[in-house]
């Protein structure tokens, strides 16, 4: 289970985060949403320590990730995959070089079996026979695709998305939370999306958190998350620009 | 009249706090090396980068400062009926001060730009979050064995650099201007003592270290917008030149 304890982040001078309490339920996709520029991936990055807070604490299985040394923190790394916004895969490899990537770093695995979990991931995300390929040659959504292979090459136990359909057309991003679902239900991994495109992300998602003005607003299972009268998720929800969250 | 003392603090501040996190950054580089895993392949793979790679940009850059040597070395010891000197003061040029500072002013331009740039833009689109997230220190991964590699390569090209600039100003004044073959040699022989070429050649390990450090330490640190890998780029091209020639002062004063 993942933790987050009266968290703060202020970046020059600009407080971001302003006191985040949430639990994450081990096993279940929990969603993230907030308007542009609400810190939603600064809360995630701060899940596996990318980020460390001014305050407040991050507990991943009973471990405070601001507390530990870089070799206990790379043991706890090891339990997350990670779905960056532009994949972040690395551009002088190739995409079955992506996958293996990990696995030749951090497992004593062979070579033979190395190629056939990587290959099972590429066929998994539908980009078989594709592992030449090089990022640059692929287009935005094979490249989420191959990120999410690679972020589910150790067989993580948590996943975490940030903005997974980000600058994909409605169809490929649809593609994409089926993947993601298909892929928990494969897996059944701790998910952590952080995503504005609603209502598509609710289908995957087991709970729902809002984060606005710095705190988490609301947080509940989607259809709690739903039904809520809450002015700021009944703002978000609806769309509307006039209310009690800034747009501009 | 306090605000303008505030603000030289301030500054001065500033740059000491970027200089400590330069020399941390390059501790921590150096105690990355010594831990497992070895990156052997990295190292090799770098060294290829930075030296194969450079090859051609200092045999040119080599011939030519041989070439320029020659002429301007012979119409001035000409004044002096000294031309038979022009071997020596070639060789002596080049390999005490020459070799060294422009092959790393070439690698400089031709390597460490292009580390700065990659390095940077890893930073900008996430890449060195995600060696992160694998539990991968990218400072081990990234920047430990790009260090050694420019230690390895830039006394080998400074030596390449040394020979081609020789041949460069043996080409213009002996095959040019008729001085003789024999005096070249022979003033070259006479005047050029060990400690000319490993001084040369320890400069040059020196300049490796800077160009590596300082090119890995901008783009490690390029600011995350659209315009911070060109700025990072260019930072490092024009800190790594000043690095030098003010390193090379120090290193020339110590060694004479």
């Known amino acids: 289970m993942i933790k987050v304890v009266d968290l703060h982040k202020t970046f020059g001078g600009q407080a971001v985060l302003k006191g985040i309490n949430l639990e994450l339920e081990t096993g279940k996709v929990t969603t993230i949403i907030g308007g542009s520029g609400s810190g939603k991936t600064v809360l995630l990055k701060h899940l596996n320590a990318l980020l460390l807070p001014d305050r407040g604490s991050v507990l991943v299985d009973g471990k405070d990730l601001t507390k530990l040394g870089e070799r206990a923190l790379n043991e706890v790394r090891q339990k997350f995959g990670v779905l960056f916004q532009g994949a972040a895969l690395l551009d002088s490899m190739t995409l079955y070089d992506n996958i293996a990537f990990p696995l030749r770093e951090k497992t004593n695995m062979s070579e033979n079996d190395i190629r056939k979990r990587v290959e099972e991931r590429l066929a998994q995300v539908g980009l078989a026979g594709m592992g030449y390929k090089y990022p640059a040659e692929v287009s935005g959504g094979m490249k989420k695709r191959a990120g999410l292979a690679r972020a589910l090459a150790m067989e993580p136990e948590i996943v975490l998305f940030d903005e997974p359909t980000t600058g994909l057309d409605p169809l490929l991003g649809r593609s994409i939370h089926q993947l993601i679902g298909k892929m928990h239900d494969t897996f059944g991994f701790t998910g952590v999306i952080v995503s504005h495109d609603i209502p598509e992300v609710f289908k995957i998602s087991d709970r729902i958190a809002m984060l606005a003005n710095g705190i988490i607003e609301e947080f509940g299972t989607t259809q709690e998350f739903l039904a809520s009268q809450n002015p700021v998720v009944r703002q978000f929800l609806q769309r509307d620009a006039e209310g009690p969250l800034a747009v501009l | 009249m306090l605000s303008l003392l505030a603000r030289i603090g301030r500054f001065t501040l500033q740059q000491l706090a970027g200089m400590g996190r330069m020399f941390l950054f390059l501790f921590s580089a150096f105690a990355w090396t010594f831990r497992p895993p070895a990156r052997i392949r990295l190292i090799v793979y770098h060294v290829r980068s930075i030296g194969v790679d450079s090859l051609s940009v200092v045999l040119l850059s080599g011939?030519?400062?041989?070439?320029?040597?020659?002429?301007?070395?012979?119409?001035?010891?000409?004044?002096?009926?000294?031309?038979?000197?022009?071997?020596?003061?070639v060789a002596l040029g080049l390999l005490r001060e020459l070799g060294p500072v422009l092959s790393a002013f070439m690698v400089t331009g031709r390597t460490g730009s292009a580390m700065a740039a990659e390095i940077g833009s890893m930073k900008v689109t996430e890449q060195i979050d995600a060696l992160y997230s694998m539990a991968i220190n990218p400072i081990q991964y990234l920047v430990s064995p790009r260090i050694i590699a420019g230690l390895i390569s830039m006394p080998l090209l400074t030596a390449i650099f040394d020979v081609v600039g020789i041949y460069g100003a043996y080409l213009v004044g002996v095959g040019l201007l008729g001085v003789s073959s024999g005096s070249y040699f022979a003033g070259m022989e006479s005047s050029v003592v060990f400690h000319d070429v490993w001084s040369g050649l320890l400069k040059s390990v020196s300049f490796g270290l800077i160009i590596t450090w300082v090119c890995c330490y901008k783009g490690f640190n390029a600011p995350p917008m659209a315009t911070g890998v060109g700025q990072a780029t260019t930072e490092s091209v024009v800190l790594c030149f000043v690095l030098i020639l003010v390193w090379d002062y120090f290193m020339t004063s110590i060694m004479l």
């Open chain 2, 63 to 89: 011939v030519f400062t041989g070439m320029v040597m020659g002429l301007q070395g012979y119409y001035s010891l000409r004044k002096f009926n000294a031309e038979s000197f022009l071997g020596s003061a």
